[in-house]
């Protein structure tokens, strides 16, 4: 009986392998596996991953420049065949969402997505899943297994310690397919890793133009945090990439100060950052949802409000 994790990133890898790990005796399973799949030079360290809870480094080198869907889907079919698998857990980003999906396909087994809570216990498997747009949480019992879940970043805290030792080396070779990567390009400036930020500030669309970001950029830089956004402002107003975007469909973020800027606090927002420690808002409307989310809430014009803020921050740190 084996609970097996795919993840591209380290971090994410070593939260989801806490995960497995915890869920490994409700579900009966023995073996913890860790698929580290990718490109040379892009797969990682078996020793922190044996460390973090898997018993078992399976590696898997495909002769790829970057991301190919087709062909990490038949590593990962090819890794976990002949295993008694009970549950593949894969991150909730992109890629792994993309993954997923076609590896249950392929296995023909039940999948789900964007997994906020899972519940193991007598060798069966519940779950919680954001559904109507964030707006509700669905509990799914799966009738059978394995099962493939996806599970956003934050889920399940990294643990070090375990002493796994296994490491085997797997060659898989993926079918001739319809696309080949013919070339990579850096994507835009101004990536950001929201994730791992103490503090945030969220732009909304409280914020009239793209210049006006700059009362967002010095509240971060006065608290040493970084510039996040909702929605809008990514994927309609395109003011910042989509690595800023926060909530059910961007990032989840947990960073111990959240700063919700002219937010509206709709829920698809607030899915991505409820788990945030002290939150504060600022909206002109006293009635705004996102005032029942906060701990303290500015009621203004963020255009006095942040200034002031600012302002007030910065003599503090220099007295
Ligand atoms: C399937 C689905 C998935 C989605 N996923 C996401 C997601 O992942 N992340 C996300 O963010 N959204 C998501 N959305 C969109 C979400 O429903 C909201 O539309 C969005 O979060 C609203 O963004 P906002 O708060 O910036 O804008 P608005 O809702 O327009 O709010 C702007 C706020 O600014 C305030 N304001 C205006 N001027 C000022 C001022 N001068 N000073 C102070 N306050 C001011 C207003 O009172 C208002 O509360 C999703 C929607 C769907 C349907």
């Not at 992109?94 to 999906?101: L, P």
């Not at 509240?219 to 040493?224: E, K, R, S, T």
């Amino acid at each position: 009986m084996v609970l097996a994790v795919f993840a591209e990133e380290e971090k994410w890898g070593k939260e989801l392998l806490a995960g497995a790990r915890a869920l490994a005796p409700g579900l009966k399973g023995g073996k913890v596996l860790f698929l580290n799949i990718g490109p040379d030079g892009a797969r990682k360290d078996p020793a922190a991953l044996l460390s973090a809870g898997a018993d078992e480094v399976i590696d898997v080198a495909l002769p790829l420049k970057a991301f190919k869907v087709e062909e990490y889907t038949d590593a990962v079919v090819a890794a976990v065949a002949g295993c008694d698998l009970k549950l593949l857990l894969v991150p909730a980003t992109k890629n792994g969402r993309d993954v997923a999906a076609r590896v249950a396909q392929r296995l023909q087994v039940g999948c789900s997505t964007d997994t906020v809570a899972l519940r193991a216990s007598h060798g069966s498997l519940e779950v919680d899943r954001a559904v109507l747009g964030g707006s509700a949480l669905a509990t799914l019992r799966f009738a059978k297994l394995p099962a493939v879940a996806t599970v956003p970043s934050g889920v399940f805290e990294p643990k070090g310690g375990h002493q796994g030792t296994a490491k085997r080396t797997m060659e898989v070779t993926t079918d001739a397919r319809n696309a080949a990567i013919i070339g990579i390009a850096p994507q835009a400036a101004g990536g950001v890793r929201l994730e791992d930020a103490k503090v945030v500030v969220a732009a909304g669309r409280g914020l009239k133009k793209k210049e006006d970001l700059k009362l967002c950029d010095a509240l971060a830089a006065a608290v040493g945090g970084e510039v996040g956004c909702t929605r809008p402002l990514s994927a309609d107003l395109k003011w910042l990439s989509e690595s800023h975007w926060i909530g059910l469909s961007g990032k989840r973020v947990r960073p111990k100060l959240y700063f919700a800027v002219g937010v509206s606090g709709q829920i698809q927002h607030v899915a991505g950052m409820r788990d945030s420690g002290t939150i504060v808002a600022i909206n002109k409307d006293p009635d705004c949802p996102m005032f029942s989310n906060t701990d303290y809430g500015l009621v203004g014009d963020l255009y006095e409000i942040v200034p002031a803020l600012v302002a007030a921050i910065t003599a503090a740190k220099g007295r």
